[in-house]
């Protein structure tokens, strides 16, 4: 029950942030992304390459962090897009600095911080692209992004829970995280669906009803899949959490891990078919 309420007001507190952020006072977005870029990251490196390489693993969050800010001005004030080669310098001094290291263990460890960089920092750097158009700030679609992925988790764990764990029910990747079953897609989906259609329909998501319908199963599929790509990580790794920032939760990453997938899947989506 104390791990249930503590679960739960972390979950408030985090939404509220997240409102706040995106809908209330836009003017913090920048500021919260880079602090998520930063726990995100450094979570994933320190699972990956612990205290090797501090220095590199800092010059990688930087750059992603440059990549986001530059991103950010290009999309809000139309700076050209060159200046995101800035971006290329602290990766660049990072892998200079391994060349005065006597330890050649760093061709083992290296990839991960590319990895990093693929999983976290690019797609978060790409966020102005849901939030600005025209150079006219516009939150309310990011904002049912995350209300979307947030009514999948919801209905994922009520039906997963309820049907899934029951003898006999199918696993969805028993190897992977050994609790999500097909009941848990079943209710992900649902909610998903029935998200976007209510932010469709109260004027929130700026969209088409049979795109809202589509774009809810698009991200309750991604967001499984960004779900079940950091838990092989986690089980590679053998950790529970990613970190300990949000009690009752684990670490940043485990909370926007479905988000990594399902955002740069419905921003795909909403660009092909000129929606953004």
């Not at 209510?198 to 899949?225: K, S």
């Not at 970190?243 to 990453?253: A, K, Q, S």
Request: glycine share 8%; with cysteine.
């Amino acid at each position: 029950m104390k791990n249930a309420i503590v679960r739960t007001v972390s979950a408030v507190v985090f939404a509220a942030v997240m409102v706040c952020a995106i809908i209330l006072l836009p003017q913090l977005l920048p500021a919260v992304v880079i602090i998520a870029i930063y726990l995100m990251m450094g979570e994933f490196y320190g699972m990956s390459m612990g205290n090797c390489y501090r220095l590199q693993q800092k010059l990688f969050i930087l750059s992603a962090e440059i990549l986001f800010a530059t991103f950010f001005c290009v999309s809000q004030f139309g700076i050209s897009l060159k200046w995101m080669l800035l971006a290329s310098l602290p990766m660049l001094a990072a892998m200079t600095a391994l060349l005065f290291d006597d330890d050649r263990e760093f061709v083992f460890k290296f990839p991960y911080l590319f990895a990093g960089l693929l999983y976290i920092g690019i797609p978060t750097a790409l966020l102005p692209i849901v939030v600005f158009r025209q150079g006219e700030y516009y939150g309310w679609t990011l904002m049912c992004f995350f209300l979307i992925i947030w009514a999948s988790d919801v209905g994922a764990y009520c039906l997963g829970s309820a049907l899934g764990q029951k003898p006999g029910s199918r696993k969805l990747a028993p190897s992977i995280s050994p609790k999500k079953s097909w009941w848990g897609v079943v209710g992900g989906a649902a909610f998903a669906v029935g998200a976007a259609i209510l932010t469709q329909c109260i004027g929130w998501f700026d969209v088409p009803p049979v795109h809202a319908v589509v774009i809810g199963l698009l991200i309750c599929a991604a967001g499984i899949c960004g779900d079940l790509f950091e838990s092989v990580w986690k089980r590679y790794f053998h950790i529970k959490d990613s970190g300990n920032v949000i009690p009752g939760h684990g670490g940043m990453l485990d909370r926007f891990d479905s988000s990594l997938f399902a955002i740069p899947a419905a921003t795909v989506y909403l660009a092909m078919f000129n929606l953004l």
